[in-house]
C-alpha cells in the first residue's frame, strides 16, 4: 500500500469525529427519513428523502476520502453502472464493452440501451492494449477483469479514449480504491460493486460512482433523483460500518491471496493458475505498475467440471457461493453463468480466514482431486 492510500485508510476512522458536538455518539446514527423538517423556501438542507439522506452522506464522504473525487451512493453495483450509462449516453452514441467482464452490463446493453439507439461493441479485454477508440462516446474498462484476471493499461486506454473524444469508465470493483486508483491514473469515471470487498459480510448490496467530472456528477445524481434508484439509509449504514474496517480486510485478503497463490503454483490438480501477483502471470508488470496489491482473487482451472465441484464441495473453508469479497473464502465455476472460461475454471475469492489452516483446507481438498 502505499503511504497516500494509507494514509487515507487512517484518516477514514476519524471522518465523523470532524462533525461531532459534545455528547454525540461517535458511530454514525441511522436515519430512517422520507420527510425533513422544511419551512419556508428549500434549499441548503435535506428537503425529501428521494434526494437526500444524512446516513448516505456520511457514506459519500468516506467514499470521496477513498476516491479523492465525488462520489455517489447507489443501491448497487449495477445501479451505479446503469446510472453513468444513462447519464451519460445519447441515441446514436457508441458504446465498447468488455466481452469476458463482468455479464450484467452486456444485458442491459443488450437488452435496454441498444433500444434507446445507442450502438453497443464488444471486445476481449486483452485486446484494449491494441487501442482502436475512434468514435467511441463511452468505452467500458474492467481491470483486472471478472473472472479472468487480464488487465487493462488504465493510463494509456484512458488517454487514448479522452483523446479520441470519449468518456473511460473503470469498473474497480475487483480491486477497491485501497487496491488501484483509475481517476489518479487518467480515467474520467470510477463505478464499483460495493457489495463485494468494501460490504465485505455478504450481508449488503450497494455500489458508487465517483468521478472529479462536475458535469459527470452533476448528471449521474440528477439520474438517481429523478429515477429514484435510491440506496436505503439502513443499507447505507451497513456500508458506512463496513467501510470503517476494510483496509484491515483487504490486506489480510490480499496477503492471504498471494501467499497461497505461490503454494498452488504447479500443484498438478491445476491445468492453468492465475494471480496478478505471480511473477510468471500475464499481468504481472501491468500490476505491479498500477495496482498497489495484487488483489484477493485465484483463478484456478481444474481438469474438468465434476473435479472443479469436486475440489469446491471438499473443501471446509470454501463457501460455495456467486459473489465475492467476504471474510468467508468462497469460490465457484464461472462457467455455471456461462461466463467464456473453461468448465473446470473456479474463481476463489480469498477471505479472512489465517491463512495457514486457509491454506491447508485448500490444499487437502486439492490433492483429492
Ligand atoms: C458484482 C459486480 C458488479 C455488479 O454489482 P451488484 O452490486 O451485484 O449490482 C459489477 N461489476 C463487477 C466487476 C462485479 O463483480
Redesign the pocket.
Known amino acids: 500500500m502505499t503511504d497516500d492510500i494509507a494514509d487515507r485508510a487512517a484518516r477514514l476512522l476519524h471522518l465523523r469525529q470532524q462533525h461531532l458536538a459534545k455528547g454525540d455518539p461517535v458511530p454514525l446514527p441511522i436515519t430512517p427519513a422520507s420527510m425533513f423538517h422544511l419551512p419556508g423556501m428549500p434549499g441548503g438542507v435535506p428537503g425529501y428523502g428521494r434526494m437526500d439522506n444524512p446516513t448516505w452522506d456520511a457514506v459519500e464522504e468516506m467514499l470521496t476520502l477513498l476516491e479523492a473525487a465525488p462520489s455517489l451512493l447507489f443501491p ?4 451505479a ?1 446503469s446510472a453513468v450509462m444513462m447519464a451519460c449516453l445519447n441515441a446514436g452514441d457508441r458504446l465498447l464493452l468488455p466481452s469476458d ?2 455479464y ?1 452490463p452486456r444485458v442491459l446493453a443488450d437488452r435496454f440501451l441498444k433500444n434507446y439507439g445507442i450502438e453497443i461493441e464488444e471486445r476481449p479485454t486483452a485486446s484494449f492494449a491494441a487501442g482502436g477508440f475512434e468514435g467511441f462516446a463511452m468505452v467500458f474498462i ?1 481491470t483486472p477483469s ?1 473472472p479472468g484476471l487480464d488487465l487493462v493499461d488504465i493510463a494509456q486506454v484512458s488517454a487514448e479514449v479522452r483523446a479520441a473524444g470519449g468518456i473511460s469508465v473503470v ?1 474497480n ?2 480491486m477497491t480504491p485501497l487496491g488501484q486508483r483509475p481517476l489518479d491514473l487518467g480515467a474520467d469515471v470510477v463505478v464499483a ?1 460495493d ?2 470487498a468494501p460490504g465485505g459480510h455478504s450481508d449488503v ?1 450497494a ?1 458508487h460512482v465517483s468521478s472529479r467530472s462536475e458535469a459527470i456528477i452533476d448528471a449521474v445524481r440528477s439520474w438517481r433523483t429523478l429515477s429514484g434508484g435510491i440506496t436505503g439509509p439502513f443499507e447505507a449504514w451497513m456500508l458506512h460500518r463496513s467501510l470503517e474496517t476494510l483496509e484491515v480486510r483487504f490486506d489480510r485478503m490480499c496477503t492471504s491471496a498471494g501467499i497461497i497463490a505461490e503454494r498452488l503454483q504447479g500443484h498438478l490438480a491445476l491445468t492453468r493458475l492465475r494471480y496478478p501477483g505471480l511473477p510468471g502471470d500475464p499481468s504481472h508488470n501491468l500490476a505491479q505498475v498500477q495496482m498497489a496489491r495484487s488483489g484477493f482473487i485465484i483463478g484456478l482451472t481444474l481438469e474438468s467440471e465434476d473435479k472443479a465441484e469436486a475440489f469446491i464441495d471438499g473443501c471446509a473453508m470454501i463457501q460455495p457461493a456467486t ?1 465475492f469479497g467476504g471474510v468467508h473464502t468462497s469460490a465457484e465455476r464461472r462457467a455455471r453463468w456461462g461466463d467464456a472460461v473453461p468448465d473446470g475454471f473456479v474463481r476463489l475469492s480469498v477471505g479472512c480466514e489465517p491463512v495457514e489452516p486457509l491454506w491447508a483446507a485448500l490444499k487437502a481438498s486439492l490433492d483429492r482431486c
Open positions: 448497487s453495483g449495477m445501479g453502472i467482464g463482468y450484467t474492467e471478472n469498473d470493483t475487483t460493486s457489495t463485494k448490496l455500489g459473489s
